[in-house]
């Protein structure tokens, strides 16, 4: 069964750092981009972020440019999000999803608040 | 980037009829080296992650009743479901993934009459 597990999510207060864990399982996770979605909520989805299958390339929204780093472990077979200099608009349900023609798997979610 | 703008941004239709919800891109969305249109549609229920339904603006995801199909090409996009069943309820997500960043729609809530 394809799974994929987010953790590491919590409060944090401004201008604190957090690091997102997704752990796959299931199917080939080197052969996959993977992405990092996040829902504040009652509010839309927005895409935080995006890796390439060999972790030689990324994309970020600009929201999250400069603060945030996704990076992955195809050994381990595991998503990574570190977050830096957060802010209370970072508040939000992180997703860790499998990319490909459209996200067709996705993690439960890790709720990140960001608070004092 | 890519703005994504979904309408309406909430529907109520009755149980058994059509719902149709459009997603409008600001850019072409059409690759024509391969004629593919980089769109997808998600239903998100609440409490649940979401759920990809249509990839490539019109190929149904395995699994997914055929009531739900997607349409368009370029810049205007649709998904109809064509007779609506209560466990439809849920909020409806374009995007796009023609490039970074792979922008979503607003979201459109679907209700029931």
């Known amino acids: 069964e394809v799974q994929l597990v987010e953790s590491g999510g919590g409060l944090v207060q401004p201008g604190g750092s957090l690091r997102l864990s997704c752990a796959a399982s299931g199917f080939k996770f080197s052969d996959y981009w993977m992405h990092w979605v996040r829902q504040v909520p009652g509010k839309g989805l927005v895409w935080v972020a995006h890796i390439y299958v060999d972790g030689t390339g990324a994309a970020y929204a600009d929201s999250v440019k400069g603060r945030f780093t996704i990076s992955r472990d195809n050994a381990k077979n595991t998503l990574y999000l570190q977050m830096n200099s957060l802010r209370a608009e970072d508040t939000a349900v992180y997703y860790c999803a499998r990319g490909g023609s459209g996200c067709d798997c996705w993690g439960q979610g890790t709720l990140v608040t960001v608070s004092s | 980037d890519i703005v994504m703008t979904q309408s309406p941004d909430s529907l109520a239709v009755s149980l058994g009829e059509r719902a149709t919800i459009n997603c409008k891109s600001s850019q072409n969305i059409l690759y024509s080296s391969n004629n593919n249109n980089y769109l997808a549609w998600y239903q998100h229920r609440p409490g649940q992650p979401p759920k990809l339904l249509i990839y490539w603006a019109s190929t149904r995801q395995s699994g997914v009743p055929d009531r739900f199909s997607g349409s368009g090409s370029g810049t205007d996009f649709a998904l109809t479901i064509s007779s609506l069943q209560a466990e439809d309820v849920a909020v409806y997500y374009c995007?796009?993934?023609?490039?970074?960043?792979?922008?979503f729609g607003q979201g459109t809530k679907l209700e029931i009459k």
């Open positions: 995007q796009q993934y023609h490039s970074p960043p792979f922008t």
